[in-house]
């Protein structure tokens, strides 16, 4: 499977912990959203997700609706 770069979106969060993580993913998998990540270990909490469709406006507004803070990471 190729990736476009431009489908890579990346994002500072504090979801910070395995459960967390298991709730977001849960939140990602209703919308559909098959490939994501979350690095507990970085001081960031990088949110890393491939979408071809979603814009960085829409998975703030998504994961701030469920209680998180996220961010753009630049």
Do not use: A
């Not at 559909?32 to 979603?54: A, F, M």
Request: glycine share 2%.
């Amino acid at each position: 499977m190729d990736i476009n770069i431009k489908e890579i979106l990346l994002f500072k969060t504090n979801i910070r912990t395995e459960d967390d993580k298991r709730y977001i993913g849960k939140i990602m998998e209703e919308h559909e959203i098959k490939q994501w990540t979350v690095d507990l270990y970085d001081i960031d909490c990088v949110l890393r997700i491939v979408s071809p469709i979603l814009t960085h406006e829409e998975v703030i507004t998504l994961v701030m609706k469920n209680g998180y803070t996220c961010e753009v990471l630049t």
